[in-house]
């Protein structure tokens, strides 16, 4: 076995990255660097930058530790120490797993606020509970 490249990394990757494969074969890892911001990067394995996919807003940025996730749509979900799960919608050029629909988007992203909404009340309950 032999390492084929290697990226400077500004930080501890702590989380495990993501590797996706899109339509047209082309490969992208996804990871998180433990420290402020709390940001989602990506590489590409034929490119040699690290971007920056998704920075959050300065009130949810704090370290990350977390590993990210894709689901089939392509979106990617990640949280970091702020309490926040991020969903991150990628660009119609980076790895797709289905089609973009946007109406699909649209109530998949309801959903997905709605769900998050009644788990911040549960623990909110629960914790005036106990």
């Given at each position: ?14 989380g495990t990255p993501l590797v ?71 660009a119609e050029k980076m790895p ?35």
């Amino acid at each position: 076995m032999a390492v084929e490249k290697s990226y400077e990394i500004d930080g501890a990757i702590q989380g495990t990255p993501l590797v996706v494969k899109d339509k047209s074969g082309s490969t992208y890892v996804f990871f998180t660097i433990n420290k402020e911001p709390g940001a989602l990067y990506g590489i590409t394995t034929d490119g040699d930058k690290v971007h920056t996919v998704y920075t959050p807003i300065e009130s949810q940025q704090n370290w990350c530790m977390a590993s990210v996730s894709i689901s089939a749509d392509g979106n990617l979900f990640y949280s970091n120490d702020s309490h926040t799960l991020f969903a991150v919608k990628l660009a119609e050029k980076m790895p797709a797993t289905g089609e973009y629909n946007s109406s699909r988007l649209l109530l998949s992203s309801f959903f997905f606020v709605l769900a998050a909404s009644a788990l911040v009340i549960r623990a909110k309950r629960k914790k005036v509970n106990d």
